[in-house]
């Protein structure tokens, strides 16, 4: 440093390359000076340079620097840093167990290893070896090691044992999931007394694509022969359509290319391509519900459906963000108000999203009540000379006594109703799409309403709306508070592991450009010697290599360590779970395919695992000729976001809605019992008689008697053509109790009268 700092120093003031490598020299320094030089620091230092000029003076630094691997602190550091993180997880579990013991709760993983266990003990094993005649376990490819040691004892146990799983689909390795786990129970099936079938038919896609799929896949998995990859497909051709699209996606940046994705849809419903109605095999034109778009990202995912609202195009997402909509919004400022009178901040956002009202204008009302001698929070919730009250800010004071008494639920269905909410909402766009959304919105919270209230139960805790207000508070931040999927017409927008076990006509795959990424400096559990089936849970272990260089990501000893035995291996794990991954999308489509791909960046790494860019064509249009001989209708087009808009229909006609009535009314009920009425104020308008007088003996409970003979009434009338003999009605009267109190041909009678 003291040898190459003067030389920078004097040519600080040439070039802004060397003035910015001095900014990093001194501050560097000054870091190490502090003892506080971060093992990042150093590698930036390794790979940061001068003008041209000076570069021999800093080279010495930069070696010095890029030693940094060999630094005998940094192995201390990462050590200690282990020791730490793991005693940290160790007392967090600890104190986990504790608290699941104190409240009584269990979780998912304590149920399998306390079935583990139990399955141990000789009195459950006899029991399930004599009355056990069948395991089935579907998904067998997501496994986990503890499951396959359950697996594994219960099939000791049962007569007959059915595994049901693709190993070609195994892509939830970041769960836990180990693909290695069902290979090596599949070779072992001889040992263990079974045999492999291979289901050989493809009954979702039409022949083009699966054609496409044994193209791409038939030799791309390890220790998979084509045969057990390949399929034969089931279905019919469509003749004349599409099956594979290309888009090519224009534009400098990811919200571009968002924008012509999104004009792809709208060209897709525009040009009114055909899709088979799955159940009946007739063609029919394409709607967006038909139509799904797989991301890699949540966030991705988020960015789609937020570029496609603009767009006035209907998507449906479990995305998270439904506290954030307006009519929540509208809402939680109710029940924020209900629950704290003083909450003006509620009493605006009511104002001007109730009423769709112009921040100036309830603004000036607000400032101008302010200048009056009344209360603050008095305002629009009672009304004086000039100023009115809001009718559900008064609604929301008159239902704040019994607020106390109500449960959360009760309390946000009675808001919600006495508010008028769902009608204010449905009234803020003339679009029954968007008015459908709105009014499942307001469902799925009172599905958190729901949820809350049984976490409460099950905690032992008071349900309150104040809680309420502070789960749902919490929830948003988390990022829990998942929009609903809602049954209307809307493009589906999820991630490409989301979209497993799912199934669309039309399919869409973005990311394929993206980058390959490994989990080798993430935590993994791992066998320390050669799997056994035998015994899954036997010396695993949990690696786990930390990142020591922050944000930098060119880092010299990370490459070298990429190179390693376990760098090579976790590497060649991502490529082939990336495989699988891209297998699970492909295969999602029914009867069309399409490939979003940025136009500047076509291929990446994630395509290039199974060579996808060499199967496809490079004219334009015309049939993509697969090497099996079957022909692919393909078409590739160039998108941007001027290519193609959804026609928007504007309403015609008049909107009426009804008047919400501001106070509750007593409405007169919906059934009345006459023997029942006390203390009405009648006269005999009308006498008819029917039947005559039947002579009723005791009985100790009247309104049985009366049930009786009502549903001797009620039984003969059902019927026109089948009226109630003597016998049916001594059935019914003994099948009551009371054949003692009157006399069944009399009541016979009396009910052929009434017919």
Not at 16 to 39: F, I
Not at 677 to 705: K, N, P
Request: with cysteine; net charge negative.
């Amino acid at each position: 440093f003291e040898h190459a700092l003067p030389a920078i120093q004097a040519g600080a003031a040439t070039t802004k390359v060397t003035a910015n490598y001095l900014a990093l020299l001194e501050d560097t320094l000054k870091q190490m000076d502090g003892g506080n030089l971060t093992w990042g620091g150093w590698n930036k230092l390794s790979t940061a340079a001068p003008a041209a000029g000076l570069k021999p003076v800093a080279q010495p630094v930069a070696d010095v620097a890029a030693m940094v691997g060999q630094h005998p602190r940094l192995r201390a550091d990462i050590r200690d840093y282990l020791v730490r993180i793991f005693a940290l997880a160790a007392d967090a579990l600890a104190a986990y167990a504790d608290l699941k013991r104190q409240v009584g709760a269990v979780d998912f993983t304590d149920q399998e290893r306390s079935l583990l266990d139990i399955l141990d003990e000789p009195s459950v094993a006899q029991t399930l070896t004599e009355e056990l005649d069948l395991v089935m376990v579907d998904e067998f490819q997501d496994t986990s090691p503890i499951q396959l040691a359950l697996f594994l004892k219960l099939a000791g146990f049962a007569r007959q044992v059915v595994w049901v799983g693709d190993v070609k689909q195994a892509i939830y390795g970041f769960r836990g999931s180990d693909s290695a786990l069902m290979k090596s129970v599949v070779d072992a099936l001889p040992v263990l007394g079974g045999a492999k079938s291979v289901l050989p038919f493809s009954y979702r896609s039409r022949p083009a694509l699966v054609g496409l799929v044994n193209e791409v896949f038939g030799s791309a998995f390890a220790g998979l022969e084509p045969a057990e990859v390949q399929l034969t497909p089931k279905r019919d051709e469509i003749a004349g359509a599409i099956a594979v699209h290309d888009w090519m996606l224009d534009g400098s940046n990811h919200e571009l290319h968002l924008e012509a994705l999104a004009s792809g849809v709208a060209q897709l419903v525009n040009q009114g391509a055909q899709v088979v109605e799955a159940g009946t095999n007739i063609l029919r034109p394409l709607r967006l519900g038909d139509i799904a778009i797989l991301a890699k990202s949540n966030d991705t995912v988020k960015k789609i459906a937020a570029c496609f609202r603009r767009r006035r195009i209907a998507t449906s997402t479990a995305q998270p963000g439904l506290l954030l909509r307006p009519e929540i919004v509208l809402a939680l400022a109710c029940l924020r108000r209900l629950n704290d009178p003083s909450d003006t901040l509620a009493t605006a956002e009511i104002v001007s999203l109730a009423d769709c009202a112009e921040p100036e204008s309830w603004l000036t009302n607000r400032l101008a009540w302010l200048d009056t001698d009344a209360p603050a929070s008095k305002w629009k919730e009672e009304g004086r000379e000039g100023f009115e009250a809001h009718p559900i800010v008064a609604t929301l004071k008159d239902l704040r006594a019994q607020a106390v008494l109500l449960s959360p639920s009760e309390a946000v269905a009675e808001t919600l109703m006495r508010c008028g909410i769902a009608r204010r909402v449905i009234q803020w766009q003339p679009d029954s799409e968007q008015a459908r959304l709105r009014l499942a919105n307001l469902d799925q919270l009172a599905a958190l309403v729901t949820q809350y209230e049984d976490e409460c139960h099950s905690g032992r805790q008071a349900a309150t709306l104040s809680g309420l207000l502070l789960w749902l508070q919490d929830l948003a931040a988390e990022g829990l508070d998942a929009m609903p999927q809602s049954g209307i017409d809307a493009v589906q927008v999820m991630t490409h592991h989301g979209a497993k076990g799912l199934e669309w006509p039309v399919v869409v795959l973005c990311d394929l450009a993206s980058d390959v990424r490994d989990r080798l400096w993430g935590i993994q559990a791992e066998p320390k010697a050669t799997f056994d089936v035998h015994r899954p849970l036997h010396d695993r272990f949990l690696r786990y290599w930390p990142w020591a260089f922050g944000a930098q990501k060119n880092v010299p000893l990370a490459d070298d360590i990429a190179l390693s035995p376990t760098g090579i291996k976790a590497r060649d794990n991502a490529v082939e779970e990336h495989k699988r991954l891209l297998y699970v999308s492909m295969t999602r489509a029914r009867d069309m395919l399409v490939l979003a791909r940025p136009a500047k960046k076509a291929v990446g790494e994630w395509m290039a695992t199974v060579s996808l860019d060499t199967v496809l064509p490079a004219a334009d249009t015309g049939p993509m000729v697969l090497k099996s001989g079957v022909a692919v209708p393909f078409a590739r087009t160039v998108l941007s976001g001027a290519s193609a808009d959804l026609p928007q229909t504007l309403p015609t006609g008049d909107l009426t809605w009804f008047d919400h009535a501001v106070a509750l009314v007593d409405k007169l009920p919906l059934t009345v019992s006459p023997s029942s009425l006390e203390g009405i104020d009648a006269r005999v308008a009308e006498s008819v008689v029917i039947g005559s007088r039947m002579e009723v003996g005791d009985v100790e409970d009247r309104s049985v008697l009366g049930q009786a003979i009502h549903a001797c009434l009620a039984a003969d009338l059902a019927s026109d053509d089948c009226p109630l003999t003597v016998g049916d009605v001594l059935a019914i009267l003994q099948r009551m109790g009371v054949a003692e109190a009157v006399d069944a041909s009399s009541l016979h009678r009396q009910v052929g009268a009434v017919r």
